[in-house]
T-cell receptor, first 112, second 112 residues
């Protein structure tokens, strides 16, 4: 089955800097890759997603890139702000199943 | 729309007791899933369903049962609670396999 690995587990950046979180997946049939943000004590919420027929997607300060050959995808946050502090999860869905499998999460701290 | 709702918010059980975590959604979503969240382990899929009458196992199904008699409801049953089942449980739903997944507020379960 699908296995999703996420790095780093914690990330600290200065406000205004960029943050990058990386994930790798094992099943080459995976074709949907969402990213979720979970603030302390809250439920996870979708922030951006990408499908396997697209290499990059951007939404304001957030972008996701996908390398299907290497089986990895990354979340890029530019001009970080304190409100970006949260736990971020990547996930993947293989095309031949309906399971959405998550990585282990990255705790991002943005210091003012 | 209430979205995805879960009851109870908090629960304390003794080892060996059984209980049902309730989950309901009013968005007419076909896909529903249960995850558990433990520190450092991310969100692990317990069971999922792609429609009424259809359920399947996720990554960590042992000790849990599910059923899906209606589109709206997807209860999770703990048959004989164990301390290893102490966790935060999230129910989630989505329209299709590659659509945004919406999470419920979570149930914090402690097994003594």
């Amino acid at each position: 089955g699908e296995n999703v690995e996420q790095h780093p587990s914690t990330l600290s950046v200065q406000e205004g800097d960029s943050a990058v979180i990386k994930c790798t997946y094992s099943d080459s049939a995976s074709n949907y890759f969402p990213w979720y943000k979970q603030e302390l004590g809250k439920r996870p919420q979708l922030i951006i997603d990408i499908r396997s027929n697209v290499g990059e997607k951007k939404d304001q300060r957030i972008a996701v890139t996908l390398n299907k050959t290497a089986k990895h995808f990354s979340l890029h946050i530019t001009e970080t702000q304190p409100e970006d502090s949260a736990v971020y999860f990547c996930a993947a869905t293989p095309s031949n199943t309906d399971k959405l499998i998550f990585g282990t999460g990255t705790r991002l701290q943005v210091f003012p | 729309n209430a979205g995805v709702t879960q009851t109870p918010k908090f629960q304390v059980l003794k080892t060996g007791q059984s209980m049902t975590l309730q989950c309901a959604q009013d968005m007419n979503h076909e896909y529903m899933s249960w995850y558990r969240q433990d520190p450092g382990m991310g969100l692990r899929l317990i069971h999922y369903s792609v429609g009424a009458g259809i359920t399947d196992q996720g990554e960590v199904p042992n000790g849990y049962n599910v059923s899906r008699s209606t589109t709206e409801d997807f209860p999770l049953r703990l048959l004989s609670a164990a301390p290893s089942q102490t966790s935060v449980y999230f129910c989630a739903s989505r329209k299709g396999a590659r659509n945004e997944q919406f999470f419920g507020p979570g149930t914090r379960l402690t097994v003594l």
